[in-house]
């Protein structure tokens, strides 16, 4: 089950472990995890779920590449887009997903 560590801006993480099969995001709502909105549900309309995903050159990337549509949103994020960015909702987590620590940006709106 893999776990996704939710930091902060303040520093302060919440650690959740997930099942495979849901989301970033959703697992942050159900979760109860501050600073992600989602304002759109989860269907790729809105960026109110922007996350920052820092991974190392040496680790294989967890997830999907960026899609055109999700580029797109992550151009109109509140706070400044950065290598990692990422919209939780198009971060599926599978059996095989190592744990990850997503940063959370200070706003969504």
Do not use: W
Not at 16 to 37: Q, Y
């Amino acid at each position: 089950m893999p776990k996704v560590t939710y930091a902060q801006p303040d520093g302060t993480e919440t650690v959740l472990d997930l099942v495979p099969g849901t989301t970033v995001m959703r697992g942050a709502v159900t979760g109860g995890v501050r600073g992600i909105v989602a304002e759109c549900g989860g269907n790729l309309m809105c960026a109110t779920c922007h996350v920052y995903v820092d991974l190392d050159e040496a680790t294989p990337a967890p997830f999907s590449p960026v899609t055109p549509d999700e580029d797109e949103l992550l151009d109109c994020t509140a706070t400044p887009r950065e290598a990692g960015s990422r919209l939780s909702c198009q971060l599926g987590l599978t059996d095989r997903t190592a744990d990850i620590v997503v940063r959370v940006p200070e706003s969504q709106t």
